[in-house]
């Protein structure tokens, strides 16, 4: 066992030495949210189970004994145990709050919703909470009952421990009381917004006037006590209606070091952020911030599956954060200062609705736009010629600015909404491949557009080799399981090399809508586990898997419905880290998968595949080691993220120039 203590106080009070070896202080002062902090504790723990609590609870000493005095059932992927009052209350607050029992962690369990947990006491597997990206940070409360229905809808259930228990300290005044159920207000408005319909709204006028009725009728019966704690709870009941007007998001640390002293600034749209699936979008900015550049990201909503390390570095803001006042008090600033260009924007919003589009209400893109023109951003790039795109050209027109994007896949192939007017509208385009940019060409064949191919570069650095290649791993496949990908024809593959005594181990790495067609595949072709369908993993946990893979597979193909990627960046991590790649020939990929580091099949052919890996693999370990190091060199010159981010900073001052 080990206790590791997560100090996201401003002045580390906890300090850095470590007792005994058992108990380790890992500082998290990037953000001041508990969440924050209970990620950064989780990556620094080792064991399979991870117990979360907090600075003021105290679990029973006994309490990892009751935890696992039964043994837990394997698709349990949480537990939780109750939640009692410390003591009787020493003040008068304290002491309303143990009669209310407001953190008895069984009532939670009996939610109508879906049952959660509190992180006073949860048990979850390190490797639930490492499939779900573990809690979404940047929010002062509602995090945990996040993090349990993402467990269930990955299919996971909560148990519950009678015996294993932690005290709570209780609030001990009424501004403390007060500010706790303004938060959890902020954070049931927050957790509604993710899970739609799933929390009550608060009510007011009904239960304050029963609660003053209660109040009285005390009085009269001579229990003055009691009339106080129905006054309480009134009070309770309208800090937490108010609180639903407030912000969920938590106060930020230290800025990042790029913001200070900028040579420009730009913000970063996205849809959502920061997806394990889009680390590109990080690594683009932190090379752009390396450039002098000071980078803001705006997300229309955090990501389902985040990787919230990766863009720790960063400067982020949610649109799902922004509390009620604020968009009222910034819709205002928007409309009085451009009534026109309000009038114009909604105008457009129906046509845009027709051409496929939800365009966010004016009064959740206000912020924004203020924010931008608050900090001075001189230029919008949205990443995923979506509903992002469409929110930079309307924030861009509101606020003069000018707006660039970069389109990717999906939203060229499968849903181009309005694609041609948010490329002519752009100061300029781009996009990662030869296949997409010539695709989008043919969007626009007016040439009204000014389109350049950027490649989603990587970090040589990063994604550099610490042990010599040994060519005994698993052959490795990355993605998100959605037809595109290929996965199907993979799995055809692996049968057949299997029947021809060529069978290798097989991991395939990624979540998605398409995982019970697979695992029904995977059962019908007898794979066992010679083939395993691993789930998400980070970005981290992924470079660790290519440093022992003997090849990465990339079997993506044309969806059905036109979908198709541009130039997989898993592709070129892979190479960098020296890995030989079997791919298929379809969208981008023969832009950077060569014969000298790797082999083309036809994309959807099943035996050309399982052929091609097994030509490799037969291939003596020297000379797959000398294919890797070739597909290194190749990628450091023509996919290096640094140059790539240069590339789109001249530009950015171009268009920037223009305006």
Avoid at 612 to 625: D, F, G, I, K, Q
């Amino acid at each position: 066992d080990e206790v590791v203590v997560a100090d996201n106080t401003p002045q580390g009070v906890f300090g850095t030495a470590a007792r005994n070896g058992l108990v380790r202080v890992v500082h998290a002062h990037r953000e001041r949210s508990s969440y924050h902090a209970r990620n950064v504790g989780a990556e620094a723990a080792r064991h399979e189970w991870i117990l979360f609590t907090d600075s003021d609870c105290r679990p029973a000493p006994d309490i990892l004994d009751a935890y696992f005095s039964a043994p837990i059932a394997d698709d349990v992927g949480g537990v939780v145990g109750p939640v009692h009052p410390l003591d009787d209350g020493a003040t008068w607050v304290s002491r309303y709050a143990v009669t209310r029992q407001e953190n008895k962690q069984a009532m939670h369990l009996r939610n109508s919703y879906k049952p959660f947990g509190a992180t006073a006491n949860l048990l979850a597997r390190r490797v639930v909470w490492s499939q779900l990206g573990g809690f979404h940070e940047g929010i002062r409360s509602g995090g945990d009952v996040d993090f349990s229905w993402r467990l269930q809808d990955a299919g996971w259930r909560l148990d519950y421990r009678e015996e294993a228990a932690v005290a709570h300290e209780q609030r001990e005044s009424v501004k403390a009381l007060v500010r706790q159920f303004a938060r959890y207000g902020s954070g049931r408005r927050w957790v509604n917004l993710r899970h739609p319909g799933s929390r009550m709204r608060p009510r007011i006028t009904r239960p304050v006037a029963r609660c003053f009725a209660a109040a009285g009728y005390w009085l009269l019966r001579g229990s003055p006590r009691k009339a106080g704690y129905k006054l309480v709870d009134a009070l309770v009941i309208t800090s937490e209606a108010a609180g639903s007007l407030l912000a969920n998001r938590s106060t930020a640390g230290d800025p990042p070091a790029a913001e200070v002293g900028a040579r420009r600034r730009i913000t970063i749209l996205v849809d959502t952020f920061p997806e394990v699936s889009e680390t590109f979008i990080v690594t683009e900015a932190h090379e752009l911030a390396a450039l002098g550049i000071g980078i803001h990201v705006e997300s229309s909503g955090r990501a389902r599956r985040p990787d919230p390390s990766a863009a720790r570095d960063l400067d982020v803001c949610f649109l799902e954060d922004d509390a009620p006042l604020r968009k009222l008090a910034d819709t205002a600033w928007v409309v009085a200062r451009h009534p026109a260009l309000c009038l114009r924007d909604l105008r457009d919003r129906a046509r845009w609705r027709v051409g496929g589009d939800q365009p966010l209400p004016l009064r959740s893109i206000a912020p924004l736009a203020r924010r931008c023109e608050r900090r001075g951003d001189e230029m919008l790039h949205a990443h995923f010629a979506a509903g992002a795109a469409l929110t930079a050209l309307r924030v861009g027109r509101l606020i003069d600015r000018p707006y660039s994007v970069t389109a990717h896949g999906y939203d060229i192939f499968r849903i181009p909404r309005n694609l041609p007017e948010k490329l002519e509208r752009a100061a300029f385009a781009t996009s990662g491949s030869d296949f997409t940019v010539a695709a989008l060409r043919d969007v626009t064949p007016n040439g009204r557009i000014d389109l350049h191919r950027v490649v989603m570069g990587v970090d040589g650095e990063r994604w550099r080799r610490e042990t010599p290649y040994t060519g005994d791993g698993p052959i490795l496949a990355v993605g998100r399981l959605v037809e595109k990908k290929g996965f199907s024809v993979l799995l055809d593959a692996a049968a057949r090399m299997g029947r021809s005594g060529q069978g290798h181990p097989i991991a395939i790495v990624g979540e998605g809508p398409l995982r019970p067609e697979l695992e029904a595949q995977h059962a019908a072709l007898h794979l066992g586990e010679h083939v395993a369908l691993a789930g998400s993993r980070s970005s981290d946990e992924v470079r660790a898997l290519l440093e022992r893979a003997a090849v990465l597979v990339v079997p993506c193909v044309i969806a059905a419905d036109g979908d198709a990627d541009s130039m997989p960046v898993i592709v070129k991590e892979a190479l960098a880290m020296e890995v030989p790649v079997v791919s298929s020939d379809a969208a981008g990929l023969p832009e950077v998968v060569r014969e000298d580091w790797g082999r083309l099949v036809a994309a959807g052919d099943a035996a050309a595949l399982a052929a091609a890996l097994a030509e490799v693999l037969a291939l003596p370990v020297a000379e797959r080691r000398d294919m890797g190091r070739r597909g290194r060199s190749f990628v450091l010159e023509h996919c290096n993220a640094a140059g790539e981010a240069q590339r789109l900073a001249r530009l950015i001052d171009d268009a920037v120039a223009r305006a």
